[in-house]
């Protein structure tokens, strides 16, 4: 049974960090691209990191040189630092493959992490 379980987020003061995780379980991690998105209110739901499964890197324009995504293949487990963190930031946020899961007819999502950046 697939399960992506997204934690870490919070409320934080704009100019602070946070660290979300992610842990999987049900997929053969090590040889997926995995990601971070997320969905702020009233917005389409938006791939902000990107990490292959040999660990290269890629990043939204709003949040490169803030953010940084990682992988722990031992553990199926994947993290975004976030550093600089601004009011636009606030989101809820999920982590997926790229492109995402699709065990049926419709992708699968866990439920997200909530990040709140206040001004």
């Known amino acids: 049974q697939v399960q992506l379980v997204e934690s870490g987020g919070g409320l934080v003061q704009a100019g602070g960090s946070l660290r979300l995780s992610c842990a999987t379980s049900g997929i053969i991690f090590r040889i997926l691209s995995m990601g971070w998105y997320r969905q702020a209110p009233g917005n389409q739901r938006e791939l902000v990191a990107r990490?292959?499964?040999?660990?290269?890197?890629n990043y939204a324009d709003s949040v490169k040189g803030r953010f940084t995504i990682s992988r722990d293949n031992a553990k199926d487990t994947m993290y975004l630092q976030m550093n600089s963190l601004k009011p636009e930031d606030t989101a809820v946020y999920y982590c997926?493959?790229?492109?995402?899961?699709?065990?049926?007819?419709?992708?699968?999502w866990g439920k997200g992490t909530l990040v709140t950046v206040s001004s």
């Open positions: 990490i292959t499964s040999d660990g290269i890197t």
């Open positions: 997926n493959k790229v492109p995402p899961l699709r065990p049926g007819t419709v992708d699968y």
